[in-house]
T-cell receptor, first 114, second 115 residues
């Protein structure tokens, strides 16, 4: 398995500003995934980030709005640009260890945009 | 396209009883992986159990077990001897064998275990 540490745990930001969410893994991992979860809803995969290459975004998510960096095998950041109240949700980073089939999750970042 | 469907929005059971949560999936792949996760009241998402499509035996971990019915594309989660702390939202999820990255989730079932 892999342990993932996210920060901040929660944040409140003003509309139109940007917020960075960091994710650190306790071991080197090939891929990191970012999920969005609205209140009482399912988890939606936003993008997949591999080291040294551009993130791959799922339908409905763009790199202009949610740029992701993956500078090394243990770290990733998700930025929420031009935040809007509709972006208020929980953001999770996720990954799987070398021999794992299942993915594991960080504790999430609860974002409120006012 | 892959799809995971959980039709039970909420279930309430008495403590120490057995509960089954339903999940059906759609995939074109002959190889795939099915998972169940638990999201606690604090928001933490915990991996519970996995079923590989090529395995005939139902997976079991602790008081969690699966009812894998491949012809029906169904993967039910069974929790025996439920405890109050099992109260949570349970998500069914799937990853296709040909896609190493994409795990998709159902909408979740909220389990309430009553004393």
């Amino acid at each position: 398995s892999v342990l993932l540490y996210q920060k901040p745990n929660r944040d409140i930001c003003q509309s139109g500003t940007s917020l960075k969410i960091q994710c650190v893994a306790d071991s080197q991992v090939v891929s990191m995934f970012w999920y969005q979860q609205f209140q009482e809803q399912s988890l939606m995969l936003m993008a997949t980030a591999n080291e040294g290459s551009e993130a791959t975004y799922e339908s409905g998510f763009t790199k202009d709005k949610f740029p992701i960096s993956r500078p090394n095998l243990t770290f990733s950041t998700l930025t929420v640009n031009n935040a809007r109240p509709g972006d208020s949700s929980i953001y999770f980073c996720s990954s799987r260890g070398g021999f794992d089939t299942e993915v594991f999750f960080g504790k999430g970042t609860r974002l409120t945009v006012v | 396209a892959q799809k995971v469907t959980q039709t039970q929005t909420s279930i309430s059971v008495m403590e120490k009883t057995t509960v089954t949560m339903d999940c059906v999936y759609e995939t074109q792949d002959s190889s795939y992986f099915l998972f169940w996760y638990k999201q606690t009241a604090s928001g933490e998402i915990v991996f519970l159990i996995r079923q590989d499509s090529y395995k005939k035996e139902n997976a079991t971990v602790g008081h969690y077990s699966l009812n894998f019915q491949k012809p029906k594309s169904s993967i039910g989660l069974i929790i025996t001897a439920t405890q109050i702390e099992d109260s949570a939202v349970y998500f069914c999820a799937m990853r296709e064998g040909t896609n190493a990255y994409k795990v998709i989730f159902g909408k979740g079932t909220h389990l309430h275990v009553l004393p």
